[in-house]
């Protein structure tokens, strides 16, 4: 089945540092997601992304598809930030269940 | 609700006992998904549903765990005879499935943790 791997696996930054975390998977997709666990646990949505670059006010993410990576770009890190950021891509090639990779764990000090 | 809603948000559990988990997803939201996250397996696909056909059970770890979802809306996640090892986080998920619409994107729930002592 499909791998996703993602790197680093833990990342320490001084508040105001940028960042970029990567997911690599084995396969091609049509879906991929950026999710953020917060501290409290809850998966936030950050980005729907298969292919191309989105832009949501400090994060980024560009999917290269053809390349099987996918980069998530942090600028002016925030002490909020922190908390681990994971990957999705669907189990069986279409839209529905995913398989997420093992997540980067971010602690953002001030 | 605004987002997808579960219930207990902690459960503690006698090993060998059965456990309820609910789910209540977004409105109008046609799919729903069960995943679970634990230490040494991360977050892993149980169970998903869409629509009125038949749900791919297919990331069950054991015949010990069975979901439902009743009226297309709330799905309750029913575990037997809890093991030790079935602590974890629960997590449930929903999303539109709109037909034609190749973008899908779920939203998850707080979650239910689950300790089985």
């Known amino acids: 089945g499909i791998q996703v791997e993602q790197s680093p696996p833990d990342l320490i930054l001084q508040e105001g540092a940028n960042s970029t975390l990567r997911c690599n998977f084995s396969?091609?997709?049509?879906?991929l997601q950026w999710f953020h666990q917060n501290p409290w646990g809850q998966l936030i949505n950050l980005f729907y992304?298969?292919?191309g670059t989105k832009q949501n006010g400090r994060l980024s993410a560009t999917t290269v598809a053809t390349e099987r990576y996918s980069l998530l770009y942090i600028s002016s890190s925030q002490t909020t930030d922190s908390g681990v950021y994971f990957c999705?891509?669907?189990?069986?090639?279409?839209?529905?269940?995913?398989?997420f990779g093992a997540g980067t764990r971010l602690a953002v000090h001030p | 609700g605004a987002g997808v809603s579960q219930s207990p948000s902690n459960k503690v559990t006698e090993k060998g006992k059965d456990v309820e988990l609910r789910c209540d997803p977004i409105?109008?939201?046609?799919?729903l998904y069960w995943y679970r996250q634990s230490l040494g397996q991360g977050l892993e696909f149980l169970i998903y549903?869409?629509?009125?056909?038949?749900?791919?059970k297919s990331g069950l770890p054991s015949d010990r765990f069975s979901a439902e979802r009743t009226g297309g809306s709330v799905s309750t996640l029913t575990i037997q005879r809890t093991q030790q090892e079935d602590s974890a986080v629960y997590l449930c998920a929903s999303s539109p499935k709109l037909a034609g619409v190749t973008t899908d994107t779920q939203y998850f729930g707080p979650g239910t943790r689950l300790t089985v002592l």
């Open positions: 992304i298969p292919s």
């Open positions: 549903f869409q629509g009125n056909s038949a749900p791919d």
């Open positions: 999705a891509v669907p189990l069986d090639g279409g839209y529905n269940k995913l398989i």
């Open positions: 396969d091609s997709v049509n879906n």
């Open positions: 409105s109008g939201h046609t799919a």
